[in-house]
């Protein structure tokens, strides 16, 4: 079981916007910035929003993060048939002095 | 172009030992703090391991604590992950990943995995 929870799925279809959340405590995303890594089918992941909201270069302007409390979100707006993928949170624990990723979200697009 | 590569990974049997390798180029591998990410066959990432850019101080998962031991070489552009008493649950793709400075935990480079097996 996941320190970080995100929900296993979720879906949408093409131009619509989604949203993944990411839950965690006062030991992570409460004091720490959250990142996002997508991950294709069978390749490696990549990182698309670090520091809860800034997006690496070429990762394209649909990708948003968000944060307040002890959650956070990644949005995707425009969604494309390529933004299907599996999508992780992660962050840093304080407690337990170590970096965490959520179990991961598989998107679909219907 | 930032690019990681591993290597070292294969089959091994259980309580027996291996190495990993992960060489680096493109970029300042110097400055950023490198680790170990794992991925079970059909389950999400795992956090390993990670050492700082000098190498001063290593961070590791309650679940390899012990056993795995991460290193670097700034003169070679390398990290390794020494893996010991291995257990059927260490199998798995293993990435190794940078973290440029500031970035606050942020893995912007990977590099394309390697598979352990550990089975008897």
């Known amino acids: 079981q996941s320190v970080l929870t995100q929900p296993p799925s979720a879906s949408g279809t093409p131009g619509q916007r989604v949203t993944i959340s990411c839950f965690g405590s006062?030991?992570?995303?409460?004091?720490?910035?959250v990142n996002w890594y997508q991950q294709l089918p069978g390749t490696t992941p990549k990182l698309v929003i670090f520091?809860?909201?800034q997006r690496p270069s070429g990762v394209p302007a649909r990708f948003s993060g968000s944060k307040s409390g002890t959650s956070a979100s990644l949005a995707i707006s425009g969604l494309q048939s390529e933004d299907e993928a599996d999508y992780f949170c992660?962050?840093?624990?304080?407690?337990?002095?170590?970096?965490?990723f959520g179990g991961g979200t598989k998107l679909t697009v219907l | 172009q930032e690019q990681l590569v591993e290597s070292g990974g294969g089959v091994a049997h259980p309580g027996t030992s291996l190495t990993l390798s992960c060489g680096a180029s493109?970029?300042?591998?110097?400055?950023?703090?490198m680790h170990w990410v794992r991925q079970a066959p059909g389950k999400g990432l795992e956090w390993v391991a990670f050492?700082?850019?000098?190498?001063?101080?290593?961070y590791y998962a309650d679940s390899v604590k012990g056993r795995f031991t991460i290193s670097r070489d700034n003169s070679k552009n390398t990290v390794y992950l020494q893996m010991s008493s291995l257990r059927a649950e260490d199998t798995g793709v293993y990435y190794c990943?940078?973290?440029?400075?500031?970035?606050?935990?942020?893995?912007?480079?990977w590099g394309q995995g390697t598979t352990v097996n550990v089975s008897s």
């Open positions: 990943a940078g973290d440029p400075p500031s970035s606050g935990y942020a893995l912007d480079v």
């Open positions: 520091g809860h909201n």
């Open positions: 992660s962050t840093w624990d304080v407690n337990l002095n170590a970096v965490i």
């Open positions: 050492i700082w850019f000098d190498g001063i101080n290593k």
């Open positions: 006062g030991s992570n995303i409460g004091r720490e910035t």
């Open positions: 493109g970029f300042t591998f110097k400055t950023y703090a």
